[in-house]
């Protein structure tokens, strides 16, 4: 079958297409045709080994993982003796990345448990742009508590995957949202459903005086005194991805001493892959209240190029690798 492949960290230079063997799914596992994928920026940060922290997940010194793609989207080809919910033939879509990556191959060969049934009326390239992005959003817009009527809610990266469906899912729950992202991405924001919009390159939402009662941030990199001064009493920050530096230890280590003395919350979301909410994105999906935002879309063998634009950071929604 056909891979792209990367034996080393480095730039989108080092992704080859190969041809490698076809896998066998172990007794729990099923082997999925693979007809589309998408580029998260977990795929990024592997691809890069960096920052540094990141090499304790994919290999010190060299890619432990050498097929990257966590979101998919394909048919079953055949199932082990252990598999009870899918059968040889059915459309399934689902975040890989627990068992390895590996979405940016022809076939993977994946735990039945990370995968659901892809709806009849989503395509393929819809459904591998939901899983990581959407159940990111989803978990971290319920982090420490559900979104109210009337909350006002500040996601930071609006424009991308994340942003783009967890802007839908919380005005889908009535609150009034700000999108912080590049001003280019202002009219696509617009037409999900932002109230208001700040452009980062301008203003630092966290000095404005304004404060929110949850926020959302997908590049996290500033303090935690900053985020504390953006939130209203009570308020809720949850930090889905940035600083892998000195942020994470104020969340991990300080802040659980500090917030002894404060009613705001401030934390890390916990993200776990669940058939649940994947089925949740589904249904919100064909009852016509999330729209998956793909931005373009590359065949399998310019998966290079594609994380070369994926670096650029002009992303609206997401890149979809088209693998059939």
């Known amino acids: 079958m056909k891979a792209v492949v990367y034996t080393k960290y480095g730039s989108p230079a080092v992704l080859q297409l190969q041809e490698i063997e076809k896998p066998i799914p172990k007794e729990n596992e099923v082997l999925v045709k693979v007809y589309a994928a998408s580029v998260n920026s977990?795929?990024?940060d592997l691809l890069k080994g960096k920052p540094f922290l990141v090499r304790i997940i994919g290999g010190l010194f060299k890619p432990r993982h050498k097929i990257l793609g966590a979101d998919?989207?394909?048919?079953v080809e055949a199932i082990g003796n252990d598999?009870?919910?899918?059968?040889?033939?059915?459309?399934v879509f689902g975040d890989i990345a627990g068992s390895g990556f590996g979405g940016f191959a022809e076939y993977v060969a994946v735990p039945e448990?990370?995968?659901?049934?892809?709806?009849?009326?989503?395509?393929?390239?819809?459904?591998?742009?939901?899983?990581?992005?959407?159940l990111l959003a989803l978990q971290?817009?319920?982090?420490k508590g559900t979104i109210k009527q009337g909350d006002e809610v500040l996601i930071n990266g609006a424009g991308g995957g994340?942003?783009?469906?967890?802007?839908?899912?919380?005005?889908?729950?009535?609150?009034?949202?700000?999108?912080?992202?590049?001003?280019?991405?202002?009219?696509?924001?617009?037409?999900?459903?932002?109230?208001?919009?700040?452009?980062?390159?301008?203003?630092?939402?966290?000095?404005?005086?304004?404060?929110y009662d949850r926020i959302l941030d997908?590049?996290?990199?500033?303090?935690?005194?900053?985020?504390?001064?953006?939130?209203?009493?009570h308020g809720i920050f949850a930090m889905i991805g940035g600083s892998m530096g000195g942020l994470l230890l104020q969340l991990m280590f300080i802040w659980p001493i500090l917030s002894r003395f404060s009613n705001k919350k401030l934390g890390i979301m916990g993200y776990r892959p669940t058939r649940k909410d994947l089925e949740y994105l589904i249904q919100l999906f064909e009852e016509g209240k999330l729209i998956p935002v793909i931005d373009r879309t590359y065949p399998l063998q310019e998966v290079p190029a594609a994380f070369q634009y994926f670096s650029e950071g002009n992303i609206k929604g997401k890149i979809i690798i088209n693998v059939v």
């Open 72 to 75: 998919i989207a394909g048919t």
């Open 113 to 134: 448990k990370l995968l659901a049934q892809k709806s009849q009326v989503m395509s393929f390239e819809q459904a591998a742009s939901l899983p990581q992005a959407g």
């Open 42 to 44: 977990w795929d990024w």
């Open 162 to 211: 994340v942003g783009t469906i967890g802007l839908q899912y919380a005005k889908l729950l009535g609150a009034v949202v700000t999108c912080v992202d590049k001003a280019e991405k202002f009219d696509m924001l617009r037409s999900l459903g932002a109230d208001y919009l700040i452009d980062y390159t301008k203003e630092d939402y966290t000095r404005n005086d304004k404060q």
């Open 140 to 143: 971290g817009l319920r982090y």
């Open 218 to 233: 997908v590049i996290a990199h500033r303090s935690v005194s900053d985020y504390k001064r953006a939130l209203k009493p």
């Open 83 to 91: 598999v009870k919910d899918f059968k040889p033939g059915d459309e």
